[in-house]
């Protein structure tokens, strides 16, 4: 299948790193690891239309795919912004299917925010919906609806400090819409400063349960996989670019450092992994509008193979510059940082490699036994 973007995605693109370009948000993450305030860039993506990509526009929003938001979030990882899309999209990609016109309405216009609190829909692997754990690797139970309340703890909500609205997933893979000021946030951000994550606690909640067509939960959750993925591709493609350049002017013996085997090799294997991404986005984006049914296996593919070049890459960004690199008188120690949170949240890239291995033993199962 050939594959372009359209001259509008094109332009989406060039207007978000337009309007990113007006902050200068690595500094600006840099400083905060220091105990600085991060720039609040909701005005800037309330002006770019981006709280309402994912909304209809009989309901105020842009009503564009799950691939616009993809682009965007490339641009937010390019530049570590910290914009809290992460949570809201997928809440509002959820609230606008149940027909919650005021409510999404209102969040399409960034008049209010909204996070995605998740849970990870079943696997080959297990029947059930889980959640993550706050510690350890085993998977945690999802909050439980009961008379028209939700009580459960989810940890690692992306976006949850600050937000007006929860879209809750419950462990019978249903939907809610909590208040946020009914629930508990405990602002939990570690290590990269610039992605705000919350642990929510739930007593008995008042809820309002969503109407969702089946399947709507489990889209949400890929969506959410989808949008880490884009955001790592935008990271990876800053950091092949600042290395690539350093590998040309750095010299060492009397001949750049780029001339080396060494570095060269590492350099071709960055940009063969953020092809390969960048690629597995594009298939993402097309089965989200036109083949649902790979969309799963394609938001996971793509959720894997960004996650681990963006690891690679960012190591090897601070290999090529050697001592440098490792300073704070860098910015890839900012990258690294961001790739080691990405591969970890949502289930991280362990959950999406299980989640395509299955869907593809699955898939030979079938053939199997139709042969």
């Known amino acids: 299948m050939n594959f372009a973007l359209s001259d509008e995605q094109e332009f989406l693109k060039e207007a978000a790193r337009g309007t990113l370009a007006r902050v200068k948000t690595v500094a600006a993450a840099r400083e905060a690891l220091d105990g600085g305030a991060l720039p609040d860039l909701w005005p800037a993506a309330v002006e770019a239309g981006w709280p309402g990509l994912l909304v209809s526009e009989e309901r105020g929003g842009a009503g564009l795919s799950v691939l616009e938001a993809m682009l965007v979030f490339e641009e937010l990882g390019r530049v570590l912004a910290s914009v809290p899309l992460l949570g809201h999209?997928?809440?509002?990609?959820?609230?606008?299917?149940?027909?919650?016109?005021?409510?999404?309405?209102?969040?399409?216009?960034?008049?209010?925010?909204?996070?995605?609190?998740?849970?990870?829909?079943?696997?080959?692997?297990?029947d059930g919906w889980t959640a993550d754990p706050a510690l350890g690797i085993t998977r945690a139970a999802p909050p439980a609806f009961a008379e028209g309340k939700v009580t459960g703890r989810v940890a690692w909500v992306p976006d949850a400090p600050g937000a007006d609205h929860l879209v809750v997933v419950l462990d019978d893979g249903r939907a809610a819409l909590v208040a946020a000021a009914d629930a508990a946030v405990e602002p939990a951000t570690v290590y990269d400063v610039t992605r705000a994550l919350g642990h929510v606690t739930l007593d008995g909640a008042p809820a309002t349960l969503l109407d969702l067509p089946d399947?709507?939960?489990?889209?949400?959750?890929?969506?959410?996989?989808?949008?880490?993925?884009?955001?790592?591709?935008?990271?990876?493609?800053?950091?092949?670019?600042?290395?690539?350049?350093y590998a040309k002017e750095r010299h060492t013996f009397g001949r750049p450092i780029g001339s080396?085997?060494?570095?060269?090799?590492e350099l071709v294997e960055m940009l063969r992994g953020l092809d390969n991404a960048r690629s597995l986005m594009y298939y993402a984006g097309w089965a989200a509008q036109d083949k649902p049914d790979e969309f799963p296996l394609a938001a996971s593919a793509f959720r894997l193979a960004g996650g681990r070049a963006l690891d690679h890459g960012a190591r090897m960004q601070i290999s090529v510059h050697g001592g440098i690199g490792a300073?704070?008188?860098?910015?890839?120690?900012?990258?690294?940082?961001r790739a080691q949170l990405s591969r970890r949240l949502l289930g991280g890239t362990a959950g999406a490699?299980?989640?395509?291995?299955?869907?593809?033993?699955?898939?030979?199962?079938?053939?199997?036994?139709a042969a």
Do not use: M, N
Request: no cysteine.
């Open 89 to 126: 999209l997928p809440a509002t990609f959820l609230l606008d299917r149940a027909g919650a016109s005021e409510v999404a309405a209102a969040l399409a216009a960034g008049e209010q925010r909204a996070a995605f609190v998740p849970a990870r829909p079943p696997t080959d692997l297990g």
């Open 215 to 245: 399947g709507a939960s489990a889209a949400a959750w890929y969506v959410a996989q989808a949008l880490i993925g884009a955001d790592s591709v935008g990271a990876l493609e800053v950091a092949l670019e600042v290395s690539v350049t």
């Open 260 to 265: 080396y085997q060494a570095v060269k090799h």
């Open 327 to 337: 300073t704070w008188e860098h910015d890839a120690p900012l990258y690294f940082r």
């Open 353 to 369: 490699a299980d989640r395509v291995a299955g869907e593809l033993l699955t898939a030979a199962r079938a053939e199997a036994a």
